[in-house]
């Protein structure tokens, strides 16, 4: 997929041959890799490996597999959303961002696949008798999923390929396959969702585990859930990886040009991932309430028995997400022109994040010593535990998603004046707007307090639905009372301190060491089974490893994976030095 | 104003500390403090360096001390002070203590897919309260469990059902408030149901350091008791169990 080559159908058929054969033979290398091993070694119901052990050697493979699946579903809906911003702002600068993005793929397709051959040699071969049961309930949805693999990658040559040719009057027909890419990846995205959600909330089974129903195998009590969620996380991640690799270009940028362009690049990449961030918190709330309706004994030790200490972990993560994210804006205001009138905010709106980060990782179950438990009469504090609960986190985490809002649209109008006469009456109306929404958030938030639980959670989407409604009435009245405005001068792309670039970076990991501990807890709740409640795991593997342990396999995955995204981004730019 | 930057970064940064150790009743545990201090030094600092200049003020008064401009006196006490500070955090870190070690102990113990009720198998999941079936009955039920809890559970759990009878301070921890939002609201019936039958002896290992000195209920009272005594306390609390809207998919 060099970007060298000229640009025709011949090479676009060319290169989708090539994607093929590549993938083809990885297959077949792995089915009779995985063959020849089961043949020579004796049969069991699980095979050891030596080192690693079974269970490590198939989280972490299926781990950097799986996020190398989010770079390359993430990275093409990155690259399709600026390539309609392009579109529809008729700005050339939009399409070559999203073009440069679409050249990381080639890389990361191969990595992707050469994992997913890995581990599903590993799979046959540790683990045979679940992967036969498993492939054997899930056959149809397996060549579903192999045809999509060609069908993905021929897309994504052809959408690679065509770039210069589907230019001017057939820019539609490049959007077409930018379309087609997506949903392609997203099918694919939604088939592997099956096998992972089955394991963890069955369905479709008779006792004996034989199947009754595909369909309802298929949709199972998570499977949405996860598919929404990994959707919008896959676009977060898209986004923070453009911008990870914006910010390593802004600082090995020789020139003042380079450093504006790759400036720019990072915040294009940050406010996708940051606008995809939004909404996950809600679509992750989805996902546990449906864990702990399908399980109260999966939903226990999720939020209330022993991962749950992994929680605070994700609280500190995700509130230091918000503060980077709202760091990164206030930066970037130093080079806009006429921004330091909105400096007044950052004090209130720091206040309130740090607030919201407190609420936000107040353990419900404190650690403390024996004496500190006598003096509070156990382990929850009378005062402090109120925030320890669902409730006082949904209102904090509302505020900081509605404060980090606010930062947005201040950095978005920070170099321009309204030229329409009804500007003052609109910033009222978004004044209000804001209000109204943190004060239902608030005001649902308490009385949260004072109802049953299953009334209790409804008041979370009545919290959620007022911050989504405050955002679109927002930039509803944004848009057209900035039409025209006056610009104090030209934002000075380039000229933001190098921190601010520091602050991308720690999206970028902050976002991949969540997946793998998400993924770990997501997964870890099935205890000792195999499919939930089933099948059990009979493995040496089937206790639950220490968190210290589980967060150093995960961390050790985080790292590793950086390490292959940086031969990425190392021969992407290299290509970039070449000359043409 | 800007000048003072660093000073009243760590004017706030101390009355923050100052109010978390002396408004906040019981005291806030040394885990917690950490945490929020951590969060409260986070947000200071990404304030700060949120803006140029603003940054720059804050490093001033640093750089005068470490590149010798600053008056003698005070680089003595910063460069004192550094090591000395130091010093205290290991000697608080390394002093003996006779103190119990930290207890990570879990919100609720996990509950287990199925149960022994005198000896029978009960499939926790799906399980509901029997005695809500016929709601004619729902009060006389009550009653009767109001009745079982003052004569088995009022000694620990108290009379306003708040984890405070006249045995609570006995035991650590102290035995469930029924009124807080977080304990038996949370949860379904079926959880509490295996909690009582089960009593402390029945937790899980996973939950384990959980200290609970619950007697075995099912070794004294009848499964019909244990609902009624559930039917009480959620009714005398003011709290009803969590429910789900619909059935989960079999």
């Known amino acids: 997929m060099s970007n060298t080559l000229a640009p025709s159908a011949v090479q676009a058929l060319k290169g989708a041959y090539k994607g093929v054969f590549k993938i083809s033979v990885m297959l077949v290398a792995a089915y009779l890799a995985a063959q020849w091993l089961s043949s020579i070694l004796p049969a069991a119901d699980y095979r050891s490996l030596p080192l690693l052990g079974n269970r490590t050697a198939v989280w972490i493979i299926a781990e950097l597999h799986l996020m190398f699946a989010a770079f390359v579903l993430g990275v093409p809906i990155f690259a399709f959303i600026t390539e309609i911003i392009g579109v529809a702002t008729k700005e050339k600068r939009y399409d070559d961002l999203a073009r440069e993005f679409t050249k990381l793929l080639a890389m990361a397709y191969t990595l992707t696949a050469v994992l997913g051959c890995l581990l599903l040699v590993l799979f046959i071969v540790l683990y045979p008798k679940f992967t036969s049961y498993l492939s054997k309930l899930f056959k149809p949805t397996w060549l579903l999923y192999i045809v999509l693999i060609f069908g993905e990658v021929v897309i994504a040559y052809l959408y690679w390929y065509t770039w210069d040719v589907l230019q001017g009057a057939k820019k539609y027909w490049h959007l077409f396959i930018g379309v087609m890419v997506n949903l392609f990846g997203t099918a694919l995205l939604f088939v592997a969702d099956i096998w992972v959600t089955f394991m963890m909330s069955p369905a479709g089974i008779d006792d004996a585990g034989n199947l009754t129903s595909l369909w309802a195998a298929i949709n199972n009590h998570t499977w949405m859930p996860i598919n929404i969620h990994r959707l919008l996380a896959n676009v977060a991640f898209g986004g923070a990886i453009a911008a990870a690799y914006a910010a390593v270009r802004f600082l090995n940028a020789k020139t003042e040009e380079e450093r504006a362009r790759f400036d720019w690049m990072g915040y294009v990449g940050s406010f996708i991932a940051i606008a995809a961030f939004i909404p996950l918190p809600f679509a992750g709330y989805w996902l546990g309430r449906e864990i702990y309706q399908f399980s109260e004994q999966m939903g226990v030790s999720m939020m209330g028995g022993g991962f749950s200490w992994l929680w605070i972990l994700q609280a500190m993560l995700i509130g230091s997400l918000f503060l980077a994210s709202n760091f990164y804006l206030w930066l970037g205001m130093g080079r806009i022109p006429g921004a330091e009138r909105y400096a007044k905010f950052q004090v209130p709106m720091m206040i309130l994040l740090t607030i919201g980060f407190i609420v936000w990782a107040t353990p419900r179950s404190i650690m403390a010593t024996s004496a500190e438990m006598a003096a509070m009469g156990g382990s929850h504090h009378p005062f402090l535990g109120l925030f320890g609960v669902m409730a006082a986190k949904h209102t904090a985490v509302n505020l900081m998603i509605l404060t980090t809002f606010f930062s947005f649209m201040l950095y978005r109008r920070g170099n321009r004046i309204p030229a329409v006469p009804w500007a003052a009456t609109a910033k009222v109306v978004q004044a209000l707007v804001i209000a109204a929404a943190a004060a239902v958030v608030l005001g649902y938030g308490v009385y949260s307090y004072y109802v049953p639980s299953n009334i209790r959670i409804k008041f979370s989407i009545y919290q959620v639905a007022a911050v989504l409604t405050a955002m679109a009435v927002f930039v509803a009245v944004d848009i057209p009372m900035l039409k025209g405005a006056k610009e104090f001068g030209a934002i000075r792309w380039g000229q933001i301190p190098a921190r601010a670039q520091y602050a991308l970076f720690f999206l970028a990991i902050s976002f991949t060491w969540l997946m793998g501990l998400m993924g770990y807890i997501r997964s870890g709740i099935r205890q000792h089974w195999h499919v939930y409640g089933r099948v059990a795991d009979e493995s040496v593997n089937a206790y639950t490893m220490t968190h210290g342990h589980a967060t150093l396999i995960v961390s050790g995955i985080t790292i590793v994976f950086f390490l292959l995204v940086s031969v990425v981004f190392y021969l992407a730019a290299r290509q970039d030095r070449e000359p043409a | ?250």
């Not at chain 2, 304030?47 to 001390?65: M, S």
């Not at chain 2, 990570?104 to 022994?116: E, F, G, I, T």
């Not at chain 2, 004619?136 to 559970?153: F, M, P, S, W």
């Open chain 2, 1 to 250: 104003m800007q000048r003072w930057t660093f000073h009243i970064a760590l004017c706030l940064w101390l009355a923050i500390l100052a109010g978390f150790k002396l408004l906040i009743r019981p005291p806030m545990p040394a885990s917690v403090l950490t945490i929020y201090m951590v969060l409260v030094t986070l947000g200071i600092m990404i304030f700060v360096a949120a803006n140029e200049a603003r940054f720059q003020a804050f490093l001033a008064p640093l750089k005068a001390v470490f590149e010798g401009r600053a008056p003698k006196l005070v680089q003595a006490l910063v460069l004192a002070g550094i090591p000395l500070l130091a010093a205290w955090g290991t000697w608080l870190r390394t002093a003996p203590s006779y103190d119990a070690p930290f207890e990570a102990r879990v919100v609720h113990p996990q509950p287990p897919l199925a149960m022994q009720l005198s000896g029978k198998k009960l499939n926790l999941a799906g399980l509901q309260n029997p005695l809500r079936a016929n709601a004619a009955d729902l009060d006389k039920h009550t009653v009767e469990g109001k009745r079982i809890y003052y004569q088995n559970c009022f000694y620990c759990h108290g009379d306003a059902l708040a984890g405070d009878g006249h045995f609570a301070n006995a035991f650590t921890p102290i035995p469930a408030n029924f009124r807080d939002v977080g304990t038996i609201s949370m949860l379904q019936e079926s959880f509490v149901f295996w909690r009582v039958a089960t009593g402390g002896p029945g937790l899980p290992k996973g939950a384990a350091p959980w200290l609970s000195a619950m007697p075995v209920w099912q070794n004294f009272l009848s499964e019909d008791e244990i609902w009624k005594a559930i039917l009480y306390i959620y009714a005398g609390s003011g709290s009803t169990p969590r429910t789900w809207e619909e059935a989960p998919k079999k």
